[in-house]
């Protein structure tokens, strides 16, 4: 298990759950904008999964390519900064009227090719572990 990894997941995972219960029960008191709540649902989402799979990935590291499996576990990393940390971002923007919001979104496709990425390269480490 790689331990570093393991415990950054589970302090992203636990900044997924509050952010989760925002969504839930506070971001719908500040606006209705349909788009907007889910846009903040598919962050809060894809939070949620790359958490789990760099959690799983952590586990079970020691039968992995060290280097694929870091590579991996950074691109899940940087995804959900990116992805979910500007969808999250768009969301604050879109509801202060912010003009700034255009400026961040084309983040999130970064964040997108960095999920696919990570997926690609952990499935690179099981092929050719130690």
């Not at 606006?31 to 989402?45: M, N």
């Not at 760099?54 to 694929?68: E, N, T």
């Amino acid at each position: 298990m790689h331990r570093n990894y393991f415990l950054l997941a589970a302090v992203i995972g636990a900044i997924a759950v509050a952010t989760g219960a925002f969504g839930a029960h506070g971001l719908q008191k500040i606006t209705s904008d349909e788009k907007i709540l889910h846009g903040y649902q598919t962050a809060v989402q894809y939070q949620v999964y790359h958490v789990l799979a760099l959690l799983i990935a952590s586990a079970v590291a020691d039968k992995l390519s060290p280097k694929l499996f870091r590579w991996a576990a950074l691109c899940f990393t940087g995804g959900i900064l990116l992805f979910s940390g500007s969808l999250y971002l768009l969301t604050y923007l879109k509801i202060q009227g912010s003009a700034a919001a255009k400026a961040v979104g084309p983040v999130t496709p970064l964040g997108g090719v960095l999920f696919i990425a990570g997926w690609l390269l952990l499935g690179l480490a099981a092929v050719k572990k130690k």
